[in-house]
């Protein structure tokens, strides 16, 4: 058996790669022994290779090669191409991650069967669920990572997944805060996952509309919220100020909210905490008809423009997770300026007056936001 250089254009399909082809990345992008196809001759192309090694086989002669597709055929070779290169820089990614985050892929995987799995009908498996929470919030707390952690690169398409194991760590976070017992954690772990199980009965196409919704679609929406109790009521893990809050969670302190438009003191305060870190997590997430909200926005917006829906004491929990802004913090605005926060504004303390260079802004008075605080 003998090798040849070949030109990427001039590879055949049958041909079998003699070496591993790296393109400026720690694992191959096709591994030796690959028999080629158009979809391995496409992403050489995409990579700017130029030359590959091939083996030169002789007539009658049996080789070992390895499967050209490493999952299940994609509808077209274009879709084949995207994944074969997206499972490299997974890769590449994967290489450099930290404890929590080999457990929050693991989560996010195991969840996301879970889910799917209630999208063909099946019940929800409350241990399961368990199961998969709470190992994720035990390594949260365990790693050095924070709240701005949590924001990663999310896959506009599998949002929902995320979105749900995000909500449940930032609930969780804020439960803490709270005084709430190791015991109460978990159980609001677990119910912060739970409580859009309804959601699995909503269709895909109306939950990724671009467009407004109808009001008969937004009462369709609105369901899950039932869906959701129903499919845990009978469960003997979660308590009833649980089971509670998981109805309760997209209820207002204004009388805004439903199902029931409930009040005050009538809403639970698990219920307020459901409810702040699954609107805090929504609004700093991209999603297919708007884009996201950095962490400062998305507290301002809570607490200032939505004054009166939440739980107050809850929102200023996540505003000591998200950060204050004092005299001499070092921020960044939008427009990717940074400066010096030079005096405070009490009506709006993520509206403060900052020193860019020689400037002086007053963000109150500027549409200038703080995308991060450094």
Excluded at 8 to 36: C, Q, R, W, Y
Excluded at 84 to 103: A, C, G, L, S, T
Excluded at 269 to 292: G, H, M, N, W
Excluded at 346 to 362: F, G, M, S
Aim: hydrophobic share 40%; aromatic share 8%.
């Amino acid at each position: 058996m003998e090798a040849e250089i070949k030109v990427v254009s001039e590879l055949e399909v049958g041909d079998i790669i003699e070496e591993d082809v790296f393109a400026n990345t720690k694992f191959p992008i096709v591994k030796k022994g690959t028999l080629v196809t158009d979809v391995q001759i496409n992403v050489l192309k995409q990579f700017d290779i130029v030359q590959v090694l091939v083996r030169v086989i002789e007539e009658d002669e049996i080789v070992e090669v390895r499967p050209a597709v490493r999952k299940e055929k994609s509808p077209t070779q274009d879709m084949e191409v995207k994944r074969f290169i997206e499972e490299v820089i997974q890769e590449e990614e994967h290489e450099h991650e930290d404890d929590f985050q080999i457990v929050y892929r693991e989560s996010y995987q195991n969840y996301k069967m879970e889910y799917d799995r209630l999208r063909s009908g099946s019940k929800v498996n409350v241990p399961h669920t368990r199961q998969i929470i709470i190992p994720l919030i035990e390594m949260f707390f365990e790693s050095e990572n924070t709240i701005y952690d949590l924001k990663r690169k999310i896959i506009v398409e599998d949002y929902i997944y995320h979105h749900h194991l995000r909500t449940s760590i930032v609930a969780t976070l804020l439960a803490k805060e709270l005084g709430y017992s190791k015991a109460e954690q978990n159980q609001i772990s677990l119910a912060a996952l739970l409580m859009d199980a309804g959601m699995a009965k909503i269709s895909m196409t109306l939950l990724n509309k671009t467009r407004d919704l109808t009001e008969q679609e937004r009462m369709e929406i609105r369901k899950h919220v039932i869906h959701s109790y129903t499919s845990i009521q009978n469960s003997p893990i979660l308590k009833p100020e649980i089971k509670t809050a998981i109805v309760q969670h997209h209820e207002r302190m204004d009388g805004s909210g439903y199902p029931l438009q409930s009040k005050y003191q009538e809403i639970h305060q698990i219920s307020q905490i459901l409810a702040v870190a699954d609107v805090f997590c929504a609004l700093t997430e991209k999603r297919p008809y708007r884009s996201d909200l950095s962490e400062v926005e998305a507290i301002e917006y809570m607490r200032y423009e939505q004054y009166g829906k939440y739980d107050l004491k809850v929102i200023e929990q996540l505003q000591k997770l998200v950060g204050f802004v004092t005299i001499g913090t070092q921020v960044e605005l939008n427009n990717k300026a940074i400066g010096v926060v030079v005096h405070e504004n009490k009506d709006n303390i993520y509206r403060p007056i900052v020193k860019v260079d020689d400037e002086v802004i007053d963000l109150k008075e500027k549409m200038y936001y703080m995308k991060a605080v450094l």
